[in-house]
C-alpha cells in the first residue's frame, strides 16, 4: 500500500460515520483535537486536493482539522527547488559563507552550481569536509532557525497559511500520532543531536538524487533538496514513552 491509498483508507474509514464507530485509536484522536465531542456526532473527511502539508480534512459540527499522514520508513516530508531553500536560508540570516558551503555538500563536485565534472557520494564528501560540516549544523540548529524549519518543512509548508493539526504516522488498524505543538517540541529537543549529515534536528538535509551515474532522466532531481525525517516514528513513540513516565511520576 502506497502513502495516497492510506490516506483513502483514513477517508473512508471516518466519512459519514458517528463517533462511536471508530476504533480505540481514532477515537483517542478525535477527542484529542475537537471540544465537546459527543459519540452521536458525525464526521465528515476528505482528501486534500492540493500538495500542501494536509493531506485529509476531518471535520466534526462544523470544526475543520488537518491532517498529516505518514508510513513506512525514510519518511520525506519536504522537497523543493535548491533556489528556494537557499532562499530559507537568506532570510533567516545565515551567512553568505555558510550558504556557499551547503551548495558544496548539495552538488559534491567542487562548484556552487552543479557544474562540475566530478561527483563525490556523501559519504566520499564528508571524508574532507566533515569538520565544516559540524559548523554549518551548528548553525542551522539554532533554536530560531529551527522554528522556522519546522514550520516550513513539516507543519505548514510553502503553499499554505495554515498549520496542520496533527500529524499520524501509521494505517487505519495501526498508528500513533503527535499534535502540532509536541511535533514542535520533539523536533527542538533534537537540536543537539549529532550527525554527519547537514540536518535540522532530525530533519536531515539532502539532494533528492547526487546522480553519480550521470543519468540524464534523473539530473534535474540533483537542483532539488530533499528534507526526511528518518527517525520520525522512533522519536514519536520516544516522546510518548517520555510523557508517559513523568504523568505517572506526578
Not at 485529509?56 to 482539522?65: A, D, E, G, L, S
Not at 530533519?203 to 540533483?222: A, D, G
Request: glycine share 4%; net charge positive; aromatic share 12%.
Amino acid at each position: 500500500m502506497n502513502g495516497y491509498s492510506n490516506e483513502l483508507n483514513f477517508v473512508n474509514y471516518l466519512n459519514g460515520h458517528k463517533v462511536k464507530k471508530l476504533n480505540i485509536m481514532l477515537l483517542e484522536l478525535i477527542e484529542s483535537l475537537f471540544d465537546n465531542v459527543n459519540e452521536d456526532d458525525v464526521i465528515t473527511a476528505w482528501k486534500n486536493p492540493f500538495k500542501q502539508k494536509t493531506d485529509i480534512f476531518i471535520k466534526i459540527n462544523n470544526i475543520k482539522k488537518r491532517i498529516s499522514i505518514k508510513m513506512g520508513s525514510k519518511n520525506s516530508v519536504h522537497m523543493e527547488p535548491i533556489s528556494e531553500f537557499i532562499h530559507f536560508l537568506i532570510e533567516n540570516g545565515i551567512s553568505r559563507e555558510d550558504v556557499i558551503e551547503y551548495l558544496k555538500y548539495q552538488y559534491a563536485d567542487g562548484t556552487t552550481n552543479g557544474t562540475g565534472k566530478i561527483r563525490l557520494s556523501s559519504e566520499e564528501y564528508k571524508k574532507d569536509n566533515q569538520l565544516k560540516l559540524d559548523k554549518l549544523n551548528m548553525v542551522l540548529n539554532q533554536e530560531r532557525i529551527l522554528k522556522k524549519a519546522i514550520d516550513k518543512f513539516v507543519l505548514k509548508g510553502n503553499n499554505d497559511i495554515n498549520y496542520i493539526d496533527a500529524l499520524i504516522y501509521g494505517t487505519v488498524e495501526d498508528f500513533v500520532f503527535v499534535k502540532k505543538d509536541e511535533i514542535k517540541e520533539i523536533i527542538i529537543n533534537k537540536k543537539d543531536l549529532y550527525a554527519t549529515g547537514i540536518h535540522f534536528g532530525p530533519l536531515f538535509c539532502q539532494p533528492m538524487s547526487r546522480c553519480l551515474n550521470y543519468n540524464k532522466k534523473y539530473e534535474k532531481l540533483r537542483f532539488c533538496v530533499q528534507i526526511k525525517w528518518y527517525s520520525l516514528l522512533d522519536d514519536i513513540l520516544e516522546y510518548k514513552n517520555d510523557q508517559l513516565y513523568k504523568n505517572n511520576c506526578h
